[in-house]
């Protein structure tokens, strides 16, 4: 990781002030597995808190704990909604739990695939789209070179950083991201920790 943190220094001096800023790289990895992508489903247009909340609900509901595709599928839409869940987001886990079951989403051939065909390997799934998959490259297969356009904080981080006077749009963050390259896993990091709270998967 000494690696990225010197490239990045040295290709970008905002970058190298937010590290400095920052310090330590700390990113906290999931598991690339079924269960993290209903926890990611969970946590949409949720604060952590509030998604924690319903996650510890769900999976006091599942057998040991364990969030499984027949696990879930198990409970009643009705159960689920109980624990929280919307009846949007009861849909999308079935819907995950179910392509699971089938062989749709095979979880342990992802790590074999490129970073855009595991993006179009997830998101045929109902209420994944490409941030998900974006979060799930860079947190459970740990793939060091994502940027996360779509991102609201990485947005806020940049026109924050960059002093720009709006929002920035995919097209401005493709070209800073040029200098970040092969790290922009890393960067993306240090934005979000850049505005006191990383993203979580």
Known sequence: MRKAIVHLKKADPVMRAIIERVGAYKIEHSEPGF???????????LSGKAAAVILGRLVAMLPDGKVTPDAILKLTPARMRKAGLSKQKTAYIRDLARRTNKGHIKFE???????????????????????????????ALRRPDILATGDLGVRVAIRKAYQLEELPVP??????????????SVAMWYLWRSLDGAAQL
């Open 35 to 45: 269960g993290t992508l209903v926890r990611s489903i969970v946590n949409q247009q």
């Open 171 to 184: 097209k401005q963050i493709e070209e800073l991201a040029a200098a970040w390259r092969p790290y922009s």
């Open 109 to 139: 051939t992802l790590v074999d695939l490129t970073d855009v065909e595991v993006i179009e390997h997830l998101t045929q799934v109902k209420g994944i789209g490409v941030w998900t998959a974006h979060m799930f490259l860079i947190f």
